[in-house]
C-alpha cells in the first residue's frame, strides 16, 4: 500500500544550527513534493514546492532536495531560530495531472534559544 | 483580503446529532478539499470537489457529506453515522493545476460531548 513517512519522534536542534527533516515514499510515483508548515490549532502553511526532474530546491533559509530513486526528500533548515519551531509535513501529489496533495503525518521541529 | 474561512473554530456535537461545518473562499478556486487530522497523524482527505454540483469521495468518506452548490461554498456534514468523529477538520482550495498549492483554512475542532 502507499505510504508517506515522516520521523514521529520531534526533532530537537540549537539554534543556529540546521535542522534536517525526512520525507519517505513507498509505493508513489509522485510528480510533486510539497512542504508545508503547519503551527499548533492551525492550518497548514505551504512552503516550497519540488518537481520530479529537479535535485534541489531554495528558498531564503530553506532546502529541499527530491530523490525519486531513494524515494526521499529532505528539507533543511539553515541558522534555524526558536521562531522555527513547528510541524512540518510533507506532501505528495501524484503523476497524471493530479493536484490534490497526500500528506504524511508530520515531523514537530523544536528549536532551542 | 483574499483567502479561505472555516467557522465555528470550535464545535461541540452530542451523540446522535448531525453538523456542519462551514468553508468559504474568495480565492476563485475551482477545486476545494476537506481533510480530518487526529493526533500524531497525517490528514486524511475526507471529501474534495473539482467544480461546482461535483464532488468526489476521499480516502475517508464514510459518515460525512458535503455539497458544492457555489463555487465560493463547501460545507461538511458530520452525520450521526460517524461514530469517531471528534478530530481536527481542515477545508482547503487550490486551483485545479498539476502541483499547485493548496490554501487552508484555520481548521474547526470538533469534540463529541
Known amino acids: 500500500s502507499q505510504k508517506i513517512e515522516q520521523n514521529s519522534e520531534a526533532l530537537n536542534i540549537q539554534e543556529g544550527k540546521t535542522a534536517t527533516l525526512t520525507c519517505n515514499y513507498t509505493?508513489?510515483?509522485?510528480?510533486?513534493l510539497q512542504w508545508y508548515r503547519q503551527d499548533p490549532g492551525r492550518g497548514p502553511v505551504f512552503l516550497l514546492l519540488?518537481?520530479?526532474?529537479?535535485k534541489e530546491k531554495r528558498k531564503e533559509r530553506l532546502k529541499v532536495t527530491f530523490d525519486t530513486t531513494l524515494k526521499q526528500s529532505l528539507f533543511h533548515i539553515t541558522a534555524s531560530q526558536p521562531a522555527d519551531s513547528a510541524t512540518y509535513l510533507c506532501?505528495?501529489?501524484?503523476?497524471?495531472?493530479?493536484?490534490?496533495?497526500?500528506f504524511g503525518r508530520g515531523t514537530s521541529l523544536i528549536v532551542h534559544p | 483580503d483574499g483567502g479561505i474561512t472555516q467557522s465555528p473554530k470550535y464545535l461541540f456535537r452530542k451523540e446522535g446529532q448531525n453538523v456542519t461545518l462551514s468553508c468559504e473562499q474568495n480565492l476563485n478556486h475551482d477545486a476545494m478539499y476537506w481533510y480530518r487530522q487526529d493526533p500524531g497523524q497525517g490528514l486524511r482527505l475526507i471529501y474534495y470537489?473539482?467544480?461546482?454540483?461535483?464532488?468526489q469521495k476521499g480516502d475517508i468518506a464514510e459518515g460525512y457529506s458535503v455539497s458544492r452548490e457555489k463555487k465560493e461554498s463547501f460545507p461538511l456534514t458530520v452525520t450521526s453515522a460517524q461514530k469517531n468523529p471528534t478530530a481536527f477538520y481542515l477545508c482547503?482550495?487550490?486551483?485545479?493545476?498539476?502541483?499547485?498549492?493548496?490554501?487552508f483554512g484555520q481548521g474547526t475542532r470538533l469534540t463529541v460531548v
Open positions: 470537489s473539482q467544480i461546482v454540483n461535483d464532488f
Open positions: 482547503a482550495s487550490s486551483i485545479k493545476a498539476a502541483g499547485t498549492e493548496a490554501f
Open positions: 519540488i518537481r520530479e526532474n529537479e
Open positions: 506532501a505528495l501529489i501524484a503523476s497524471g495531472g493530479s493536484y490534490i496533495p497526500t
Open positions: 509505493n508513489y510515483s509522485p510528480a510533486y
